[in-house]
């Protein structure tokens, strides 16, 4: 119920498709009511008085029904499911939106792929879910109520025996769905491990070909899609089972109606037109209540894919601006180390390092790979906050500062060049939004990459593909120098910048 509360909350916003939904919804109950309502007193007209004029008149109006129960339909349809469609893109917008601000230790914690399948796998699960659900209990439910007043108005005993059935689908309806969303929840994990799989051998796919490891990744894919699909049988069988099996019950009510209704035919205690109205009734009853069955079998795949969508949301981030933060002057560029401890988990990084970077100093750490330095550059951006000791810009504890001042202070171009699929001049004017093309084309001659971004075909327009692949190593590193330098703040940190075979060397 929590969980589905907080479905109903982002639903909330859309009311007023809701409504139009639900009186679509209760028109369509309605109808079906009527229908089942005119049956007794048409039979009498047509068949006891002869009264050919209503009968000349009946095929039309049923068509009348049905075509204004139709259009009902599809305005509770249209309506409910794009409010439901709209819900859950404000779901998928929040989930985003909360991923993209968590600190870098929730990105190692978490695999990329398992973050990408909570935002398109288990969204889409809340999607259709949240359309059925809330279908079920408009329409569903309207029209189940509808027909229970007619069949009470018409037999109250009749009636009764035919609801006592109800009570037995609901029982393996509730076993049933516990099962489901134990099963939807395990697949919706596997289907997190397996995108992994797919989204590090398509982006790593040089080093797959480098190294033949073809065959090993199919394997690997090919074992997590198998667990997937064993995921998935499961509920695909609790789910089969549950229309069969209310089926098989409602069965029980129907044959009790029809023995104890036709024996009151029989004793002259009912009319045949009146029992053929009931068993009208009765028989449009068993569908939506069969509908509202397999809607909460869809209701518990929802909520065990919006379970680990809640999770993401609900995660917080643990580096947070204090209360008191400050915010850094613009001249404020001096850095200092006070012996500074980190780890990572049990193990010691960097340990009573002490370092002070002055005002127009450049300073070079060297050191084999794994020695820290790139943990060490990260502390400086509040990446991650030290075990011991603090970081200082300026006369400030970086705890002390807004990550938004920090951020304003410092360029980074770090070892692992990130581009993005777009032109030239956008990737280097992410370091400055809404800086000029002069700005942007000084920037690129200050990183000597204006020469080869000329010989390309459309030159700054020219699109670099994903993660920049039609670019040389070289090249990629250029621009994201271009893209700091454009930036133009206190302070520059190159992690290993210039390592990719370009013409002015390497550094550290």
């Known amino acids: 119920m929590p969980v589905f509360k907080r ?32 049956v007794e007193p048409l039979l009498k007209k047509i068949f006891m008085t002869k009264d050919m004029y209503i009968f000349s008149f009946l095929p039309l109006v049923i068509i009348l029904i049905f075509a204004l129960r139709a259009v009902c339909r599809y305005l509770n349809d249209y309506f409910m499911n794009t409010a439901a469609q709209l819900a859950v893109q404000d779901v998928r917008n929040k989930i985003f939106k909360n991923n993209i601000f968590l600190d870098l230790k929730f990105f190692y914690r978490n ?5 990408m399948s909570r935002i398109v796998t288990d969204v889409a699960a809340m999607q259709n879910g949240v359309g ?32 006592l059935i109800i009570p037995l689908t609901i029982y393996p309806a509730t076993i049933l769905g516990k099962k489901i969303k ?30 033949s490891l073809e065959n090993t990744k199919i394997e690997q894919f090919a074992q997590a899609n198998l667990k997937y699909y064993s995921f998935n049988q499961k509920m695909i069988k609790y789910s089969s089972l549950s229309s069969p099996i209310s089926e098989v019950i409602t069965s029980l009510g129907i044959a009790a109606v029809i ?20 068993i009208t009734a009765m028989a449009l009853v068993y569908s939506p209540l069969k509908k509202l069955i397999g809607a909460y079998s869809n209701a518990q795949r929802c909520i065990g894919a919006s379970e680990r969508v809640f999770e993401i949301i609900d995660a917080v981030s643990e580096i947070t601006d204090s209360p008191d933060c400050h915010a850094l002057a613009s001249d404020e560029n001096r850095v200092e180390f006070d012996h500074v401890y980190f780890k990572y988990q049990d193990d010691y990084i960097l340990e009573d390092v002490c370092l002070v970077a002055e005002k127009g100093q450049m300073i070079a750490l060297v050191g084999p790979s794994g020695g820290g330095k790139s943990t ?29 001042s920090i951020m304003s202070h410092i360029a980074l171009v770090d070892q692992e060049t990130t581009l ?8 280097i004017r992410y370091g400055k939004p809404g800086s000029t093309d002069e700005e942007v084309i000084k920037a690129a ?14 030159g700054y327009e020219t699109s670099i593909g994903d993660r920049g692949v039609r670019l040389s190593g070289g090249q990629r590193q250029r621009l994201c120098i271009a893209r700091a330098i454009l930036k133009n703040v206190p302070i520059l940190i190159l992690d290993e910048a210039t390592n990719s075979g370009s013409s002015e060397g390497s550094a550290e």
């Open 420 to 427: 993005f699929h777009d032109t030239v001049t956008n990737n």
């Open 7 to 38: 479905l109903i909350l982002y639903i909330k916003p859309y009311w007023w498709r809701i409504a139009l939904a639900a009186l679509a919804s209760a028109a369509y109950g309605g109808f079906d009511a009527a229908f089942a309502y005119m």
């Open 111 to 115: 695999q990329t792929g398992s973050l």
């Open 376 to 404: 060490l550059v990260s502390l400086i951006a509040r990446f991650f906050d030290t075990t011991e000791g603090q970081v200082k810009i300026g006369p400030y504890n970086v705890r002390d500062i807004s990550k938004d």
């Open 182 to 211: 134990r099963a939807a929840r395990k697949g919706q994990e596997e289907a997190g491990y397996f995108a992994n799989i797919l989204q590090e051998t398509l982006s790593g796919i040089k080093v797959v070909k480098a190294f």
């Open 445 to 458: 001659q200050a990183a000597y990459a204006h020469d080869f971004i000329m010989e390309m075909p459309e």
């Open 132 to 163: 059925e659900i809330v279908s079920g209990i408009f329409r569903d439910a309207i029209g189940l109520i509808s027909l229970l007043c007619v069949i009470f108005y018409r037999d109250w005993q009749l009636a009764t025996i035919s609801l």
């Open 259 to 278: 023995y104890f209704g036709g024996m009151k035919v029989i004793a002259n205690k009912m009319s045949a037109p009146e029992f053929f109205s009931f």
